[in-house]
């Protein structure tokens, strides 16, 4: 059953976005399938239906993008603070924006956690999980009732733009091949055939 997000929160996601030039996203550390997916399927969303310019996001991680992840278009793109760190702090002085992915609280994203912690900008968390560090963050867009940050992400998706033409970003959304017995993702090839899903939303419907 798809998710009924509040439209104020909608609208200030919408507004937090369109005020900013360079927004940088981020997710936990130990990065599985949802994060990863997550997070570049937020990538996509700001690129394809907001029209924020590819060279304007940072996409980070505390760890490096696991190599059965690499396949996923833009995954290329994600900067590893155990590998680079200058790079993640200099991400953290330039963006106007924080969006967090998949997580519910600073500390989940290991050494990242402080620079989160002191940015001043405004600071969006997109998450599935329990007890989201209200205090850490402007807006919280939290469903603890789903499955995966990915779904959320894809129920997003559909309130910014033209959805039903949106390819890549369900297929980074879909990364996740199972979370929970709730349902399953798709785990798309290459060739962006899903090869089974379950979900029923708009969205799949589309693919």
């Given at each position: 059953?798809?998710?009924?997000?509040?439209?104020?929160?909608?609208?200030?996601?919408?507004?937090?976005?369109?005020?900013?030039?360079?927004?940088?996203?981020?997710?936990?550390?130990?990065?599985?399938?949802?994060?990863?997916?997550?997070?570049?399927?937020?990538?996509?969303?700001?690129?394809?239906?907001?029209?924020?310019?590819?060279?304007?996001?940072?996409?980070?991680?505390?760890?490096?993008?696991?190599?059965?992840?690499?396949?996923?278009?833009?995954?290329?793109?994600?900067?590893?603070?155990?590998?680079?760190?200058?790079?993640?702090?200099?991400?953290?002085?330039?963006?106007?924006?924080?969006?967090?992915?998949?997580?519910?609280?600073?500390?989940?994203?290991?050494?990242?956690?402080?620079?989160?912690?002191?940015?001043?900008?405004?600071?969006?968390?997109?998450?599935?999980?329990?007890?989201?560090?209200?205090?850490?963050?402007?807006?919280?867009?939290?469903?603890?009732?789903?499955?995966?940050?990915?779904?959320?992400?894809?129920?997003?998706?559909?309130?910014?733009?033209?959805?039903?033409?949106d390819r890549q970003g369900s297929r980074h959304c879909h990364c996740r091949k199972r979370y929970s017995g709730?349902?399953?993702?798709?785990?798309?090839?290459?060739?962006?055939?899903?090869?089974?899903?379950?979900?029923?939303?708009?969205?799949?419907?589309?693919?």
């Amino acid at each position: 059953m798809p998710i009924q997000i509040d439209n104020e929160k909608i609208a200030r996601f919408k507004q937090l976005v369109g005020e900013s030039e360079k927004i940088l996203i981020l997710s936990h550390m130990n990065p599985d399938g949802d994060a990863v997916g997550s997070l570049l399927g937020m990538a996509h969303l700001l690129e394809k239906n907001i029209s924020i310019p590819e060279k304007n996001l940072f996409l980070l991680l505390p760890h490096p993008c696991p190599t059965s992840f690499h396949y996923l278009e833009g995954s290329e793109r994600i900067v590893a603070a155990s590998v680079d760190m200058e790079a993640c702090t200099n991400a953290f002085e330039e963006a106007d924006l924080i969006i967090g992915v998949d997580f519910n609280s600073p500390g989940r994203t290991g050494i990242l956690g402080q620079l989160l912690e002191e940015a001043k900008q405004p600071k969006i968390l997109i998450d599935h999980h329990h007890n989201p560090a209200i205090e850490s963050f402007n807006l919280i867009i939290s469903y603890p009732d789903i499955s995966s940050a990915c779904e959320l992400v894809s129920e997003i998706l559909q309130y910014t733009g033209n959805y039903s033409q949106d390819r890549q970003g369900s297929r980074h959304c879909h990364c996740r091949k199972r979370y929970s017995g709730a349902f399953r993702c798709c785990l798309v090839c290459m060739s962006e055939k899903p090869l089974e899903y379950d979900l029923g939303t708009d969205l799949y419907r589309h693919v």
